[in-house]
Structure formats: structure tokens, C-alpha cells
């Protein structure tokens, strides 16, 4: 079973910008697309970006022009580059398959934007 592994998160304040990191244990990408999913307190999970298996790229609405995911073959690492950063980007953040996560999920990386 390959294992994801998130990295990356941390606080920082409204406009500010973090680069997030998703390891893979093994090479999956040219199977399966990507996305990053997030899960705020008291709400449900959702996928703010994917990537196919053949490069391209979609995101949510609340996110499109601030976040671009990107990913990279030899390393097995999924990124999200994420800029101007909002109160209401706060939540763990995760990565997983997409269109269907079928991989079991790592432990998220915190992401807390607040002056």
C-alpha cells in the first residue's frame, strides 16, 4: 500500500504564501491523478486542486489564481503552491487520488492563516 506522506504547513498571516508537500512511497502519478483536499473544523473534506495523470490542472473556485499544484515524477511529490493566503484557507490539508481518493490518508498538514 503506498503511503502519503504531507508536509509543509504552518501559520502565517492574511497575504502571506506556503508551499506544501505531498511524498509518495511509491510511483503513482503516471496511474493515477492527484488532488489536495482540505478539512476545516466542523466541516467536510474538499478538493481545492487536481492534477491528471496527464498534467492537467483544476481547482475550486475559492482557490483558482492563488493555489496551483504541481508535482514531480522522479521525487514522487505532489506540491501546492498557495499565495494570498486567507483566514479561510485554515484547515489540514491532505493529498490523495483523485477523481477518488483510494488511498488511505496521511496525517494532513496544518495550514493556520491569522494575524
Known amino acids: 500500500q503506498v503511503q502519503l506522506v504531507e508536509s509543509g504547513g504552518g501559520l502565517v498571516q492574511p497575504g502571506g504564501s506556503l508551499r506544501l508537500s505531498c511524498a509518495a512511497s511509491?510511483?503513482?502519478?503516471?496511474?493515477?491523478?492527484m488532488g489536495w483536499y482540505r478539512q476545516a473544523p466542523g466541516k467536510q473534506r474538499e478538493l481545492v486542486a487536481a492534477?491528471?495523470?496527464?498534467?492537467?490542472?483544476n481547482y475550486a473556485d475559492s482557490v483558482k489564481g492563488r493555489f496551483t499544484i504541481s508535482r514531480a515524477y522522479a521525487k514522487n511529490t505532489v506540491y501546492l503552491q498557495m499565495n494570498s493566503l486567507k483566514p479561510e484557507d485554515t484547515a489540514v490539508y491532505y493529498c490523495?487520488?483523485?477523481?477518488?481518493?483510494?488511498?488511505?490518508w496521511g496525517q494532513g498538514t496544518q495550514v493556520t492563516v491569522s494575524s
Open positions: 490523495n487520488t483523485e477523481p477518488s481518493a483510494v488511498l488511505k
Open positions: 492534477i491528471t495523470s496527464g498534467g492537467s490542472t
Open positions: 511509491g510511483s503513482i502519478f503516471s496511474i493515477y491523478g
